[in-house]
């Protein structure tokens, strides 16, 4: 790969929209922050005591930042992707053991009057590495399975070392990542694998409470949901119309034996039940896989007992690894318990927040729940709810159009690369900003458990600042010079 130096021109070159787009935002979020900070007695928006104006100095840090990216040669960042990504997980180890416990987590270096996270920065360089790897002549993700085992150790290990952190949302960011995968040939089924687990998880403890047939609710609900994507697939896969039927003839024949014995008042165990049923389609589906195409059969079966086996290690996931406090927040998330003094306040308060703002919103700086301070950590990672509260309606839905807009543009950068290195790279800046932005929305909102995910550019801070700002200088300095190589 060649390249020739074009620093003089880069500036005619960059991506203005993702640029703008990126100015007003961090801005708008600076403003957002003031707005959720407000003191009555101290009005100034760039009072570097206050929350508002320690944003904007980190701000103007950033775009100084930014500017330094762009006037870095060309040849960088794909020549030194190893090392940085080598130089920030040595730094993540390091803060494993130096970091104080700041509510718990170990994540964030203190330097004076700084503090700094260093999983905000392992997100560019794991994106370089990974986007160093596709960018070898000749790779390809399906080529042979070490390929997967190489992508996946490079995303893997910074989960690992952020995880050692006691910094689970952090942790969780990276595997978006997966998108990228699935853009460069992953197969599909993984990614329906990790679709299924998630319905797994959330039905079976949604609905644990509940007892049908002598079976807890999400164990019964699951088999049945398990049940029918075994005979989805089986249509889909096999190409049978008969080997689809017979499985559904043998559901139809269980549903309707089960119901004439129910008519004299005979007990049924749904478990047995289900679980005989599940047997008998798994044999069922060897013998046909004896006689036809063994490896797309084989996907099936896989599938039904990786799942019942995923449904059954839930429980001990949920009751043995994760601690009170996640699953509190899991408990909430769901509707099984409200919690609205302890686990569930900040997302109550925030839905109260967001609800009052209405169609037009309460105007700048005339929140009653920000100004009250009802909402905890609104001026971090709850700062949305401070834009539904004054905002209302309409200015939430201006400023998600304006993050929907930066993700598309930036999957439109990824698609008029030039090389994997770079299509690949913007696939990992859309993947964070996609993550980051579904997961805090939905924590504003009740729809996920209370994780700690900041919201892109608007999140008071200086290291999730910066660790976005890096991400987007760098695809805008390698989109720039595309036409180089």
Known sequence: MEYRSSNQSVFKRIDYSILITYILLVITGAISIYAASYDFDNASILDFSEFSGKQFGWIGLSFFLGVAILLVDDWFFDSYAYP??????????????????????????????????????????????????????????????????????????????ILLQNETGSALVFTSLVFVLYREGMSGLILFAGLASIVIFVVSMKYSALTILGTPGGEFIVMIIILAIILGMTAYYCKSITVARNIFLGYAGVTLLSWIISLFDVALNGRIILFSTLGATIVYLIWEMLHKEARKILIVIAFAISSVAFLFSVN??????????????????????????????????????????????????????????????????????????????VGSTLVLFAFLFLILRVIQLAERQRTAFGRVYAYCVASYLLFHLGINIGMVVGLCPVIGIPLPFFSYGGSSLWGFTILIFILLKIDASRNEY
Not at 97 to 102: D, G, Q, S, W
């Open 316 to 393: 001990y996931v949920f009751n043995e690894i994760l601690g009170d406090h996640q699953q509190m927040r899991i408990k909430v998330a769901l509707g099984i318990e409200e919690d609205l003094r302890g686990a569930g306040y900040n997302v109550n308060q925030s839905k109260i927040a967001i609800g009052s703002g209405g169609f037009w919103g309460k105007g700048f700086l005339n929140g009653t729940q920000t100004k009250l301070k009802y909402v905890p950590e609104q001026h971090t990672d709850f700062i949305f709810c401070t834009i539904g509260e004054e905002e209302g309606f």
């Open 84 to 161: 940085i990504y080598l130089i920030v997980t040595l730094l993540l180890i390091l803060t494993i053991f130096i970091a104080p416990n700041i509510k718990g987590s170990h994540s964030w270096i203190v330097l004076g009057p700084v503090s700094l996270q260093p999983a905000e920065f392992a997100k560019f360089a794991t994106a370089l590495a990974l986007a160093k790897l596709f960018g070898a002549y000749g790779f390809s993700l399906n080529a042979k399975k070490s390929n997967y085992l190489k992508a996946g150790a490079i995303i893997i290990l910074p989960i690992i070392l």
